[in-house]
Structures are given as C-alpha cells and as structure tokens.
Nanobody
Framework: VQLVESGGGLVQPGGSLRLSCAAS????????MRWYRQAPGKERELVAH????????DYADSVKSRFTISRDNVKNTVYLQMNSLKPEDTAVYYC?????????WGQGTQVTVSS
C-alpha cells in the first residue's frame, strides 16, 4: 500500500490550495479515505473523510464550508480542496486508509498559510 500526497505549499490568508493523494497497492474504491493534519506541537486531527463511493462525507467543524473532499475511483486519488485558508490551517496534511486491520499514512504535505 502506498499513499503519496502532493499540492501543499505557501499561500496567503484567504487563498486556496488543492491537495491530492495518489493511492496504490489496494482496491482504492473499496475503502473509506481520510485527510488528517498535524500542526506543530499539536496532535494529529481528522479533517475530512469520504465513503467508498463518495456519498457520505464529513468534516471537522473548523473546516466546514471551506474545505471539500472528493475522490476519483478511476484515478485512485482523493482530493482536498481548501478555500479561504487561515493561518490556523498551517499544518502537515496526511491522507489515510484503513485496509483490513492495518492503517496506512502518506508522507504528508506541508501547508503554510502566512502573509
């Protein structure tokens, strides 16, 4: 199983970024996918999750109405569109999959929101 995130970077407050997570090594369409983030000195927190076919989605209260999670089961990729970014969104963002009894993480992508 491999998860590879991309799309992070430095953005000004109010800006947007789109993160991608390319998955391989498992039947992507059969598993719920999640995005987490971890800010310096803080615990890793769940940002959003999406069901296998994309019909069930939920977000952390802190990102509702600003972030959108989606997936492409043909491209084996999950996305996180982040709009109206705030300095408190600064963190390393990870995608996550629970495959059987094993939890898999990507290497993470850094998002920095600063003027």
């Amino acid at each position: 199983v491999q998860l590879v995130e991309s799309g992070g970077g430095l953005v000004q407050p109010g800006g947007s970024l789109r993160l991608s997570c390319a998955a391989s090594g498992f039947t992507f369409s059969s598993y719920v996918m999640r995005w987490y983030r971890q800010a310096p000195g803080k615990e890793r927190e769940l940002v959003a999750h999406i069901s296998r076919a994309g019909g069930i989605i939920d977000y952390a209260d802190s990102v509702k109405s600003r972030f959108t999670i989606s997936r492409d089961n043909v491209k084996n990729t999950v996305y996180l569109q982040m709009n109206s970014l705030k300095p408190e969104d600064t963190a390393v963002y990870y995608c996550n999959a629970l495959v059987g009894l094993a939890v898999y993480w990507g290497q993470g992508t850094q998002v920095t929101v600063s003027s």
